[in-house]
C-alpha cells in the first residue's frame, strides 16, 4: 500500500526526535470504517439517547440496557474498531500522524519540545483521537471516539482518599460511594495493582523506581497506583511473547493492546445486551422540547470533519455525557439561544482543571531512567495535605536514555471558571486565564523543589518550550460546568427540563485530588440507579 511505505518512510527511529513532515497519504474515509454499529435513523424515536461514550455515558448504557431499556449512543469521534495502513488501529505516540489528532493539520502534542526543539508536525487533517481544545487561557485534551477519554488515558485508576472526599463533592455521602459505587466502578472498569515485585525488577519501571528513590529520601510519602491496564499483557510484552503497547510507547493515541478502555468494559457488556446501538461520526448540536420528550439535531461527519448529513430525531429522554467541555459547551448554548430556556443560572459554571501542571527533572547520569519505559504510570507521590499537589511518576517513552524523570502534578488549584456565551460570535467561551496556574506551578514545586535541593539536580527547561520548565497551559482533567446539586438535581437531572440528565465530569466542581475517572464513573453509577428507579 502506497500509504504504508510513506509512512514506514518517517517512522522507525522510535524516537521523538523521529518526527518529520508527512505529506499527503491516502486515508480511510467514514465508510470505510467497520460499523458494527446501526447509524441512527432520521425521525427516529428513542428511548434513551446518550450524548458521547466515555466514562459518563458508558455507565449510563451499561445500566439503562440492564434495565431493560433501549439505549442509542451519539457520539462525534470515530469507531476505532479498523486497522489503518499500517495495519494497526492507533498510532504510536513517536510517530503521531493522521489517527492522532482531532481535525488538526499540525499536531499538538502535550510535550511540545525536546532538547529545546521543537518536535510538532504536519499531519493530514482527520477526524483522529486526541482533541487538543485551546479555550482560550488553557488547552484542554481530551478523547475523541466510541469509549472517549479511555481511548487516550494511562489507565490511572485512582480512588481518592476517603478523608479527602467532602472536598471534592460536598453534598454526596460518602459512606455510600466507599462502601457501594467507586466498589463496583473499579470492578467494572477492570481496575488491578501491579505486583509490587514485578515492578521491583521489570527494566521498564526503571524510571519509576528511581521516581520512587528520590521522593522517599526527600521524606515524600510514595504510592502504587492502580491501573487499567492488564498486567499479565505488559509481563508477556517484556517476556517477548505478544506485540507490544505499553512497552512500545503506546499513550495518548490510543493502546493497540492491553488497556482495558470502555469498549472493552462497559460497552461491550451493554453491547452484550442487545439493547445498545451507537452513532460514531455524530455529533449532537440542538437539543429542545417536543412532543414525546426532546427533539435532538445531530450533524454526521466524515472523516475529514465535513457534514454529510443533519438528523433530527426525537427522544423519551436525554444524557448529557459529552464530557465536561462538550456537554457544558452545548448546555451553555442550548440555554443562552433559547432551546432549552428552563435551565438554571448554573449551567457553565464551577469549571476546573483538576490543578494540571507538567514538570520534568534532569537527573544525574548514575540515575538513568531507562531506554524501555512502559507508557502505563503506575506510582505517585502524595503531598496533597502538606503541600497541596498529588504527582504521578510518568513515563517519557522515547525510546532513548534521557535521564529525565517527569510528572504530572494534580494540584489544589483554587480558580474556578465559567463558560459564556459569545453571541457576536456565535461560540461558547471559557474566562479561564493562564495566570492561574501559578498556584499549580507553587504547589508542584513544594514536591520537585525539595527533591532537587536533596539530589542535587535542576529542572528539564527544553520540554515546554525554550527555557520553559512548567507545562503549565493545558489539562487532561476538565470538570465541571454543570455542577451536581446547582445546574442539577442531586442525581444529575437538569433542573427545568424533566427527562434530561448530566451524568459526565461537568458534575465535578473542579477537582478530584487524584486522576479524575474513577471518581467520574462511581458518581455515575450512583446517580443512575436512583434515575432508573424512580424515572424509569
Ligand atoms: P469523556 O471521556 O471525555 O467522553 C465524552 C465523549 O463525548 C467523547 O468521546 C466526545 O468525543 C463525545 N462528545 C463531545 N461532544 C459531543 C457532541 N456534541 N456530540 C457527540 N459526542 C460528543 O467524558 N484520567 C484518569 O483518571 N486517569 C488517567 O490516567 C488519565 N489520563 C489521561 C490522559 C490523557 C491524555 C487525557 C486526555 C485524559 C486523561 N484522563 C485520565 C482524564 C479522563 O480520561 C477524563 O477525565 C474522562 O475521560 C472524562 O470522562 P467523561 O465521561 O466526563
Known amino acids: 500500500m502506497e500509504g504504508l511505505s510513506r509512512r514506514r518512510f518517517i517512522g522507525g527511529t522510535g524516537s521523538l526526535l523521529g518526527a518529520a513532515a508527512l505529506g499527503a497519504i491516502d486515508l480511510p474515509n467514514a465508510a470505510a470504517q467497520s460499523q458494527e454499529t446501526q447509524l441512527i435513523e432520521p425521525g427516529a424515536q428513542i428511548p434513551a439517547l446518550v450524548i458521547g461514550t466515555g466514562y459518563g455515558g458508558s455507565v449510563t448504557a451499561l445500566r439503562l440496557a440492564q434495565a431493560g431499556v433501549d439505549v442509542h449512543m451519539v457520539e462525534m469521534g470515530m469507531a476505532w474498531d479498523t486497522p489503518g495502513p499500517d495495519g494497526k488501529v492507533f498510532a504510536n505516540t513517536t510517530s503521531p500522524d493522521h489517527r492522532s489528532f482531532w481535525l488538526r493539520t499540525r499536531t499538538k502534542q502535550p510535550i511540545s519540545n525536546f532538547l529545546g526543539f521543537p518536535i510538532d508536525r504536519n499531519v493530514p487533517r482527520y477526524t483522529g ?27 490511572m485508576a485512582v480512588t481518592p482518599q476517603r478523608d479527602r472526599f467532602p472536598a471534592i463533592l460536598p453534598s454526596v455521602d460518602a459512606d455510600e460511594m466507599y462502601s457501594v459505587y467507586y466498589p463496583r466502578a473499579n470492578r467494572t472498569l477492570g481496575v488491578t495493582d501491579i505486583d ?30 492502580p491501573n487499567v491496564y492488564d498486567w499479565d499483557y505488559m509481563r508477556q510484552e517484556a517476556a517477548g511473547t505478544v506485540p507490544r503497547s505499553a512497552l512500545a510507547g503506546e499513550i495518548l493515541y490510543g493502546n493497540n493492546h492491553g488497556k482495558k478502555s470502555l469498549p472493552k468494559t462497559y460497552l461491550a457488556q451493554a453491547r452484550a445486551t442487545g439493547r445498545l446501538t451507537v452513532s460514531p461520526l455524530h455529533r449532537v ?155 499549580s506551578v507553587t504547589m508542584a514545586k513544594s514536591i520537585f523543589d525539595r527533591i532537587n535541593a536533596k539530589e542535587g539536580t535542576i529542572y528539564r527547561t527544553d520540554l515546554f518550550g525554550v527555557h520553559k520548565i512548567w507545562g503549565d497551559h493545558l489539562t487532561y482533567h476538565p470538570l465541571g460546568g454543570a455542577v451536581l446539586d446547582k445546574a442539577t438535581d442531586h442525581h444529575g437531572r437538569l433542573h427545568g427540563h424533566p427527562g434530561l440528565y448530566v451524568m459526565d465530569g461537568a458534575l465535578i466542581p473542579g477537582n478530584t485530588t487524584v486522576n479524575p475517572f474513577v471518581t467520574i464513573t462511581a458518581l455515575a453509577e450512583r446517580n443512575i440507579e436512583r434515575i432508573i428507579a424512580d424515572d424509569f
Open 285 to 439: 448540536t440542538t437539543v429542545t422540547p417536543a412532543t414525546g420528550g426532546y427533539s435532538v439535531t445531530m450533524e454526521q461527519i466524515d472523516t475529514t470533519g465535513t457534514v454529510v448529513a443533519t438528523k433530527t430525531v426525537v427522544a423519551r429522554r436525554v444524557f448529557f455525557a459529552a464530557g465536561s467541555v462538550g456537554t457544558s459547551k452545548l448546555l451553555v448554548r442550548l440555554k443562552a439561544t433559547g432551546a432549552l430556556p428552563g435551565l438554571n443560572d448554573e449551567i457553565g459554571r464551577g469549571w476546573g482543571d483538576n490543578g494540571n501542571v507538567m514538570c520534568g527533572r534532569a537527573n544525574h547520569l548514575w540515575d538513568p531512567t531507562g531506554a524501555l519505559q512502559s507508557s502505563i504510570p503506575t506510582a505517585g507521590i502524595d503531598n496533597w495535605t502538606a503541600g497541596g499537589a498529588f504527582a504521578e511518576v510518568a513515563p517519557l517513552p522515547t525510546g532513548i536514555e534521557t535521564w529525565a524523570s517527569f510528572y504530572l502534578s494534580i494540584t489544589n488549584n483554587p480558580h474556578r471558571a465559567r463558560f459564556t456565551w459569545n453571541a457576536a460570535a456565535g461560540r461558547v467561551e471559557l474566562d479561564w486565564q493562564a495566570a492561574w496556574k501559578q498556584p
Open 129 to 155: 483521537i486526541l482533541d487538543a481544545e485551546d479555550l482560550g487561557g488553557i488547552l484542554v485534551y481530551q478523547g475523541r471516539g466510541v469509549g472517549g477519554g479511555s481511548l487516550v488515558n494511562g489507565g
Open 196 to 225: 509490587p515485585a514485578w515492578f521491583d525488577s521489570a527494566d521498564c519501571y526503571q524510571y519509576a523506581r528511581v521516581g520512587r528513590k528520590h521522593a522517599s529520601r526527600s521524606g515524600f510519602p510514595f504510592m502504587f497506583v
